[in-house]
């Protein structure tokens, strides 16, 4: 099966997301991936990798998302989008090329469009798709904000043939196709052995932007190591410790810390429950950050803070309520890769079977010469 694997160029979680499942779905089949920004950078040293359009938040001098400079930034790729442009063109000769027969797209827009106009069935596997197609379960504060997202996701990605939702907490399919399972554990992860260490994990998926002074006075007044992740800056300053990106030095270091302070991705949060981390999350003023923060709460497995207005008091705040977290952490630990991949096999069976796949009139050979090479290149995973 010739496979087009879209990811959400957005942040590095999507990627990790992808790494999980790619090295089983490519010993069975030819798997070209299609990602930009952030994913590509993650995903392109690792296995051969088309780079293609992303659609991505702008922030404002104050390190907020900026309206304004996110419409105006993203005005070219969304008309791209909607109305049909280079990006959709280039995934076109791609897709026909390489005579792509069936997509899986990790909240990947191109790629969902491009098979929707080429009638190639799709599977949707994200954490996203837990918005826009399970029952809204939002808090009272997000509700109206849910549904607007919910609706403006299907509006932009439709309703796939099948849906795989990966999460941290559980909820109510809305579709019959949907499927839902447990956070995607890497290899990295499941064999890292946690131990309780006396320091902080900080990340910031765009700490270019989030880790402003006020962040960092916060950090820096606590009694302990803090070590910071996803900001420009390098080696030591005070109490704090800047790392650069790094899988397997990150896993290390979230398997040994005392708890986490991050923004509120959905993989992080998985990986940190699994190792029986506190999350204070700091969520982006995004909905599905802000319904994940308000899910960790709700779990009893941490708290959430503004990032915008984050303070000493509120990290103290939730250090004093460490045992408390520590204790419901057993509940919600879940490791969904394993029936992840078998819902993928399972999925992409049924949709054989459903209809005939589009086979293309010719495959050059340099594109069966890239299918091998994709092949090769997951020894690396």
């Known amino acids: 099966m010739r496979i087009a694997y879209g990811v959400m160029g957005y942040g590095r979680g999507h990627a990790m997301r992808t790494l999980s499942v790619l090295p089983d779905l490519m010993a069975e089949h030819e798997v070209t991936v299609f990602a930009g ?8 040293p690792r296995v051969p990798t088309v780079r293609i359009p992303v659609i991505g938040y702008r922030y404002n001098d104050a ?16 008309a791209d989008l909607l109305f049909g442009g280079a990006g959709q063109a280039q995934l076109e000769r791609e897709f026909r090329q390489r005579g792509i027969q069936l997509v899986i797209s990790d909240s990947e827009a191109w790629t969902h469009r491009v098979a929707q106009r080429l009638g190639i069935p799709r599977i949707s596997f994200d954490h996203v798709g837990i918005i826009a197609y399970c029952k809204p379960h939002f808090p009272p504060d997000l509700w109206l904000l849910g549904l607007r997202d919910a609706w403006a996701y299907r509006r932009l990605m439709g309703v796939p043939e099948r849906i795989l939702i990966s999460s941290f907490y559980p909820a109510e399919p809305a579709y019959p196709q949907v499927r839902i399972v447990g956070p995607m554990l890497r290899d990295e992860v499941r064999r890292a052995t946690p131990t309780a260490g006396d320091y902080l994990l900080a990340y910031f998926n765009k700490g270019e932007h989030q880790f402003r002074p006020h962040v960092a006075r916060a950090l820096r007044l606590l009694d302990c190591r803090v070590v910071v992740y996803g900001t420009p800056l390098r080696g030591e300053d005070d109490n704090l410790i800047f790392r650069a990106p790094s899988v397997e030095g990150f896993i290390d270091d979230l398997a040994g810390c005392r708890a986490v302070l991050s923004t509120a991705g959905n993989q992080l949060i998985g990986e940190a429950i699994h190792f029986g981390k506190p999350i204070l999350a700091l969520p982006e003023d995004a909905f599905e950050q802000r319904l994940n923060a308000d899910m960790v709460e709700r779990m009893g497995v941490g708290m959430r803070a503004s990032l915008a207005t984050l303070t000493p008091s509120d990290i103290d705040r939730f250090l004093g309520n460490y045992d408390r977290y520590c204790a419901y952490m057993h509940m919600y630990a879940r490791d969904g890769r394993r029936e992840a991949i078998e819902t993928l096999h399972r999925f992409i069976g049924e949709l054989v079977q459903c209809r005939p796949l589009r086979r293309s009139a010719s495959r050059p050979r340099a594109a069966t010469r890239a299918a091998a090479a994709v092949r090769v290149g997951t020894a690396g995973l």
């Open 37 to 44: 920004g952030d994913a590509y950078d993650v995903l392109a």
């Open 63 to 78: 390190g907020r998302h900026s309206l304004v400079r996110t419409v105006i930034g993203n005005a070219a790729p969304v």
